[in-house]
């Protein structure tokens, strides 16, 4: 069956139409098998050392797994069903018993340490030194320098933190799947746009039920706090949120709470096996920043810098709450309600009067415009196999050579976990003297096109979800555009965490320049752009309460550090306990008794994010400062949309990868250190 097993052939792009559940175990067993005679080969005492002799052919062999592995991992995030699920959970333990095997390997270390003693080392090109430097401290951080028994414990804690993140997205998934709040009296929905009642009424449809069906996916329930006149609605939806997969959720099997903490508790095991004080520290190693205590200082900083300008934001959000919405006491489900009738007033407009500006359509070609602009590269449609009939492929060429494809699934269904994100299919590289292409998964959950009296109607997207797409995008550039050829270090492999979100938080930016947003703006109705009157307004009002979502970034990234840096599983301080005095140290607003965000935190427990999270803030200090570059040219020309500083970011950014530090692409990009002034000067938080 594994002869002709589609997941087996990587000639070219998956074959998603022709991939079943029962097809993966036998793939990955003989791929294991594979792979494990590989090792043996090149671990024979008679191997001379060498790139050649050693890294290529490994590296052949591992990225035929990974590829397979990613091709199932993807299908279990975007197309969940029973038997997908149960054919990944059934491969995962075997596969992360792999991997760590293979980080524990002490002939490959020696032989990798051996690479780096090489008398031509220094002659190396610098992608191969780096990836050198990187294996060696991997190799020590999988373990290889443990004693046996050690080395046996740390294999099962891999183990046992994968079988948890796991089940830890599936309980988010399952809980946000199975919750549905149904509306039959369209009186509760006032306040509520026409295209967010339709959605819903379309949902219920689907389902041969009455009136108006909500959930858990956002772009489902954020109308109804954003909008919903009727107050009783918007608790309804915040406290199902909140404290979905909790043990104040609807089934105690979706309760993450032991979870979390069995997580801790190994992270924290396998930093003592290692010789750390806690994960954060591990976490840290392959990271920009030097030491917990660094972030901590970093994230304290910026948050006293941003709570004189919370503050005023709560007091005038409480203050017109109260004189203008009759709500006496402000609460948490009342926040985004009042706080989009505070903009409505103050700036004369509202977010679903600017979604009205930005269909689909008009969005990908505005996006794809600014992107073939400032790199100098064009973006086509393209065919492949897909996994679901919504989702899109593209192709991207210089000079009409193909440099990349990408596929984009844009809207939010059931069976797809919640979010957006940037994954790759497989990297660049040269292989046997030709260049394989990247290829990116672009991921976004926005909401579907509505069906108007039997007719589809485009989606129209939100300026968050503009701005969002942006974002992925900016990660699909790092690996797409990359030039580097030695895959462990190409696109967005082997960049240090906290720098990865540099490119993306970058192409934000563009979403306020007005020229870009005459290109990418169409009126659902009329077809008219963006008028500049409301421009204006949205210029006016894009920091608004921006004091206020600084610290709350600030509290989920600081909430992050301590808890892998204090949280001691035999101490006397629950992940609640930190939690809230992470709360009463930056918040100016406390969150409900009842909130459990900790319990739906993918990020940190199930997505890679572990002491890390600070990264977001970290890594917007760097692209508020590279994008002032293009601010700095739009100053003297009219247009920050420059092929000249594009293309100097591109090719000391974007194509150089993780071949080597970021912080020095970023110097060679800027010509200088990072500063924090053009992120305060975004934020509006300027002194």
């Known amino acids: 069956m594994t002869d002709h097993s589609p997941l087996l052939d990587l000639s070219d792009l998956p074959r998603f139409t022709e991939i079943s559940a029962e097809q993966i175990s036998p793939a990955i067993q003989a791929l294991l098998t594979e792979n494990r005679a590989v090792i043996d080969r090149l671990t024979n005492d008679r191997i001379q050392v060498s790139w050649e002799n050693i890294v ?4 052949n062999a591992t990225e035929k797994l990974a590829r397979v592995w990613g091709v199932v991992s993807h299908l279990n995030a975007v197309a969940d069903t029973p038997e997908l699920r149960a054919a990944y959970n059934e491969n995962q333990p075997a596969v992360t018993e792999f991997w760590t095997e293979l980080g524990q390997n002490l002939t490959l270390f020696s032989q990798y340490k051996a690479l780096l003693g090489h008398p031509e080392f220094a002659s190396w090109p610098a992608a191969r030194q780096t990836i050198i430097r990187n294996a060696i401290r991997d190799f020590r951080l999988g373990g290889a320098e ?6 046996q414990r740390y294999a099962e804690i891999q183990e046992k933190q994968a079988q948890l993140s796991t089940r830890f997205s599936e309980n988010v998934l399952d809980a946000t799947n199975a919750y549905e709040l149904l509306i039959e009296d369209r009186q509760q929905l006032r306040g509520l746009p026409e295209d967010a009642i339709l959605a819903a009424k379309n949902a219920a449809e689907r389902e041969q039920k009455n009136g108006y069906k909500f959930t858990l996916h956002f772009p489902s329930y954020f109308p109804l706090l954003q909008y919903a006149d009727e107050r009783s609605v918007r608790e309804t939806i915040y406290r199902a949120n909140a404290t979905k997969a909790s043990e104040l959720g609807a089934k105690p099997e979706w309760d993450n709470t ?15 096996l290692l010789g750390y004080r806690n994960f954060a520290e591990v976490s840290l190693v392959s990271k920009m920043a030097e030491s917990p ?3 901590s200082r970093f994230l304290e900083d910026l948050a006293q810098r941003a709570r004189p300008y919370a503050e005023k934001d709560l007091q005038e959000l409480r203050e017109f709450a109260a004189q203008q919405l009759g709500i006496e006491k402000l609460e948490a489900w009342d926040v985004a309600y009042a706080s989009e009738k505070l903009r409505e007033q103050r700036y004369a407009f509202s977010e679903h009067e600017v979604k009205q500006y930005f269909p689909e359509p008009q969005v990908i070609q505005g996006l794809f415009l600014v992107i073939q602009t400032l790199f100098g590269v064009s973006i086509q449609p393209d065919h492949a196999s ?11 060429e210089k000079d009409n050579q193909l440099i990349g494809q990408f596929y984009l699934d844009l809207y939010a269904r059931n069976g797809k976990r919640g979010g957006a994100w940037m994954d790759d299919v497989r990297g660049r590289r040269l292989k046997s003297g030709n260049v394989q292409t990247p290829v990116a998964y672009l991921v976004c959950n926005f909401t579907e096109p509505a069906i108007v009296d039997g007719v589809t109607k485009p989606a129209c997207f939100t300026h968050d979800e503009v701005i969002t797409l942006f974002h992925e995008f900016g990660h699909g550039l790092h690996h797409l555009l990359t030039q580097v050829d030695e895959l462990s270090v190409s696109g967005i492999s082997g960049v240090e965490w906290d720098a990865v979100e540099l490119p993306s938080q970058f192409m934000e930016n563009f979403c306020w320049e007005w020229d870009v947003l005459q290109q990418m703006t ?32 600030v509290e989920f990234a600081l909430f992050d550090m301590r808890l892998h840096d204090q949280f001691d599983p035999h101490g006397i301080q629950s992940v609640q306990d930190i939690l809230n005095t992470v709360r009463e140290q930056v918040s100016v607003f406390t969150a409900p008794e009842f909130n459990r965000l900790q319990h739906s935190f993918s990020h940190i427990f199930a997505g890679g994010y572990a002491a890390g999270y600070y990264s977001y803030k970290w890594a917007e200090v760097l692209s508020a400062d590279a994008f002032a570059a293009f601010e700095e040219h739009g100053q003297q020309n009219g247009s920050a949309l420059s092929r000249h500083v594009g293309q100097k970011f591109r090719q000391e950014v974007l194509e150089m990868g993780g071949s080597r530090p970021a912080l020095e692409s970023f110097k060679a990009f800027r010509g200088r250190e990072p500063q924090i002034d053009a992120l305060l000067r975004h934020s509006g938080m300027a002194a």
């Not at 290529?56 to 590296?59: G, I, K, S, T, V």
């Not at 032991?258 to 003592?272: D, H, K, W, Y």
């Not at 008219?528 to 949205?538: G, V, W």
Request: glycine share 2%; charged share 30%.
């Open 522 to 553: 169409a009126h659902a109705e009329s077809g008219e752009t963006l008028p500049r009157s409301l421009y204006d307004k949205m210029l006016a009002a894009k920091n608004f309460q921006s004091g206020l979502q600084t610290l709350r970034q």
């Open 258 to 272: 032991v979870i979390i903490t069995e997580l801790l508790q190994l992270r924290r095991e396998e930093a003592r």
């Open 293 to 295: 205590e660094q972030v």
């Open 56 to 59: 290529e052919p490994l590296e």
């Open 146 to 151: 443990l004693p046996a028994e050690q080395k």
């Open 386 to 396: 897909v996994w679901h009939p919504d989702v899109k492929f593209y192709r991207i």
